[in-house]
């Protein structure tokens, strides 16, 4: 190709942002005014409801004011309602700006380049062209040192490539033709050698695009348990609404005059606004904390159904093995020297590119054997024709293939091979390896051990998923002997062998049929039916678009055993939820017997029994409860975006914590909130 020189613009890679900072807290304090908007506060009927009672205190205390009253009371509830408010919308918008600033880090990855537009194949003419504007199909050249400036293919030759920019991991990935890993993202580097890509998306709904779409949120949406949550939420507030507006026929039966203030008050503190406060900033921190494992979520949704997850189906090729056939073992005939097996192997793989010679290669040099080519050397690359590579040097020709056509190099028939290298060639087959033969010159020297090596730590990963009462399948295109000798080294419950994408598809359709949540787990363009299909689908970075784009999440690393992480966090979110519910519903239950004698003991003494907390005045404790109510939402902020911590229990004693921490707590915490706020009113004479 002919060389051209490129001035390139690329911005520092850096790792997904998701912490505090100064910024985005004041980010998320302007956004808390600008949510004041009624239409935004539409789908929150607690926080409307909140408002709507603050705007009447707002009106009511001008109104005092301008007719020559006192309208501190009003006033002072006024304030504290619109903080209430404020202080829900902060706590959304702080979840929010935790993955705008995530938004804003992938932003920066970026870049100004122009791409090497490939123009003429033959006569190697390449044209620099801005990025934005390549179109589908068109051949770039990416060289060690390039940024890869959009989404594509890898349609010839193979590259170190530095993903940092997406996945935040500093270690390069190495990128080639064929299978699946050859995607590229655009944004990543290419740090040695150089590969051809073909253009598969346009500039502006690159990968990187859609991750910025998905870090932002642009299409969440409420997850059916948000729903029937905020469906509660709407009923209890109707009812305690009734409860107030009833309270007007009691106490003009008993003479007293209640102020529509105190009555809006009143309303406000008995309706569950912690949790209607908290709700939203739940969900959208359920995604946040996916992200900080590298996990994408196209919606809370997605995150939801993650924690009630039973079944999870996972591809075998490229996500539960690495994809490629590596060397393992030289198994020597009898006879050969291990070491002499060993070099011959390396010498007959120094001209195989593909990813089996590679790694024979890598496994000699991992044992001390050299790996340069000898001098004046004759390198025969691997030909699918006659499924041998080879190297000829020094009067010598060493030779690695598949037994068969060793043998047909060696000019011996099976019969003529020694009874232990027929039965290391039987062992490999029967463990699902596939076996090659080397051969120096006429004769047989051994046998080398390839095989679809498991990721490591994976059958420990599988085990701690059993125990929080997942199923793990495995689902590969193997013949069933392979399959399942992957399967036991994996620790997988159950597998699918010689699977097409139908038989998959039908599998999760079977398993929903039972009532079951599916997730799966996959990479390559024949998952992609079956990742649209499932309840969560977990897409590989590394794997095919198609794939990306069927799933509803998307995993930077491209560990399958990521899905712990993922269950984790959707059964976090789904007790975070429960959790503050409970604390909401029984914190609003103490704040009612807390209020109600102190509001009524003035035409009723015998109400006096009830008022434990000796409160001051029914203005006080109006007060006193109002600015509890606020404040307690800004104090489990943190908890609502760190999430009650998981821990592999049953329902019925998770039931149980929840309401001896969250609905006891829920109880006591009004009590002492209320009557601590009570003497500081008093005290300052405000009560």
């Known amino acids: 190709m002919t060389s051209v020189d490129f001035n390139t613009e690329a911005s520092t890679p850096r790792r997904l942002a998701s912490s505090f900072s100064p910024a985005m807290l004041g980010r998320a304090v302007g956004e808390s005014f600008s949510k004041l908007d009624p239409r935004k506060l539409f789908g929150n ?29 009003a006033t002072a509830i006024a304030l504290w309602l619109w903080a209430t408010v404020l202080f829900a919308n902060f706590a959304e918008s702080v979840a929010e700006g935790r993955g705008k600033a995530a938004a804003d880090s992938l932003r920066a990855t970026r870049t100004t380049t122009k791409a090497k537009l490939i123009v003429d194949e033959k006569q190697g003419l390449i044209v620099p062209t801005p990025a934005h504007e390549l179109g589908l199909g068109q051949i770039i050249l990416v060289e060690a040192g390039d940024v890869i400036p959009v989404d594509g293919e890898i349609i010839e030759g193979i590259a170190s490539v530095n993903e940092a920019a997406i996945t935040g991991e500093s270690a390069p990935v190495i990128r080639e033709s064929g299978g699946d890993r050859s995607a590229v993202t655009g944004g990543t580097t290419v740090v040695s050698d150089w590969i051809k890509v073909r253009v598969t998306a346009q500039p502006g709904s690159t990968f990187l695009d859609r991750m910025i779409a998905m870090v932002e949120g642009a299409d969440r949406r409420k997850t059916p348990n948000e729903i029937a949550l905020a469906v509660l939420l709407a009923g209890l507030t109707l009812i305690f609404l009734i409860a107030v507006v009833t309270l007007l026929g009691f106490a003009a039966y008993s003479g007293l005059a209640l102020d529509p203030v105190v009555l809006g008050a009143l309303f406000v503190c008995l309706i569950p606004t912690t949790i209607g406060g908290l709700l939203s900033a739940v969900g959208i921190a359920g995604m946040d904390r996916l992200l ?13 159904a993650a924690g009630d997850v039973d079944t999870l189906l996972l591809d075998k090729t490229g996500t539960i093995t690495f994809g490629n056939r590596m060397a393992t073992e030289v198994i020597a005939s009898p006879g050969i020297r291990d070491d002499l097996a060993f070099q011959a192997a390396v010498m007959a793989s120094l001209g195989d590119e593909t990813p089996e010679g590679r790694s024979i290669v890598e496994l000699g040099r991992n044992k001390g054997v050299v790996t340069d080519v000898p001098a004046g050397a004759n390198v025969i690359p691997f030909s699918a024709t006659t499924r041998l590579s080879g190297l000829d040097a020094g009067g010598k020709s060493w030779r690695k293939g598949s037994v068969d056509a060793i043998l047909r190099f060696t000019g011996k028939s099976a019969a003529d ?102 997730a799966m787990c996959g990479d390559g363009a024949n998952d992609a039916p079956a990742l649209a299909q499932a309840d969560v689908g977990v897409a590989m970075q590394t794997g095919a678009q198609a794939a990306r784009e069927a799933g509803n999440m998307v995993d930077l690393d491209s560990d399958p055993t990521k899905v712990i992480e993922i269950v984790e966090v959707g059964k976090q979110m789904l007790i975070t939820r429960g959790a503050l519910t409970t604390f909401s519903i029984a914190n609003d239950v103490a704040k009612y017997f807390a209020i109600i004698p102190a509001l009524f003991v003035g035409v009723l003494p015998q109400l006096q029994a009830l008022n434990v907390m000796a409160l001051q005045s029914p203005e006080s404790a109006i007060l006193s409860a109002v600015i509890f109510n606020a404040l307690v939402i800004v104090a489990l902020i943190p908890l609502a975006l760190r999430g009650v911590k998981y821990r592999a229990v049953g329902a019925g004693a998770l039931l149980s914590r929840n309401l001896l921490i969250y609905g006891l707590g829920g109880l006591v915490a009004p009590f002492i909130g209320i009557k601590l706020i009570d003497l500081v009113l008093t005290a300052v004479g405000l009560a």
């Open 45 to 73: 009927p607690v926080i409307l409801a909140t408002e709507l009672v603050a705007v009447l205190a707002s009106i009511s205390a001008v109104v005092a004011f301008t007719s020559g009253g006192n309208g501190g009371f």
């Open 292 to 304: 900080k494992v590298n996990v994408l979520a196209t919606s809370g949704r997605a995150v939801e």
């Open 417 to 518: 091979t020694p009874a232990a290298f027929r039965q290391a060639v039987e062992r490999i087959a029967r463990s699902g390896g596939t076996p090659l033969g080397v051969a120096e010159g006429s004769n047989l020297l051994g046998v080398i051990h390839l095989k679809d090596v498991v990721k490591p730590g994976v059958a420990a990963r599988f085990a701690d998923l059993r125990k929080m009462g997942l199923r793990t399948v495995m689902i590969t295109g193997d013949n069933p002997v392979t399959a399942a000798a992957i399967a036991a080294e994996a620790g997988v419950d159950d597998f699918l062998a010689e699977a097409t994408p139908e038989d998959k598809l039908r599998l999760i359709r079977e398993e929903q049929g039972k009532g079951r949540l599916v």
